[in-house]
């Protein structure tokens, strides 16, 4: 079953109807078989919503999948968090110092490390041949 909002165009009177499907409905205004609760006349049409409406809800439902997927991106970044945490040293802004003396000093560690770097600091150490990777960070009350 199908509700359609249904106006007719000679009195103005805006009425529900119901039909078994938009086919039906089709099938009926074919046959004349609708007309105005009101005044009985032919001329009836579906009733469009105001297309402000329309697009009032489907930015609502864009809105909600952004959020959503947001949140999907954020949980990942979460869950590599965690992983760098129990795998790796964390060494604050000493990072770019710290990685030199793995580097230069075959200084050895058991895990490897992260921490901050400034986008100078990983220039420099890119061009001195010490790898380095960025990755994306979550700041959260767990931290
Ligand atoms: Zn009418």
Redesign the pocket.
Known sequence: MIRYNLL?K??K?IFDSWFASSKEYDKLKKKKLIN?H??G?LKVEKNLMAPRLISKSLTFSDEKKHVHKYQKIKKTIIEYQKFIKNNFDYVGENFAYEARSIHYNHKKRNKGIYGKASKKDLKELKEEGIDTHMIPWVENENN
């Open positions: 007719c000679k009195c009177l105005c009101s005044c006349s």
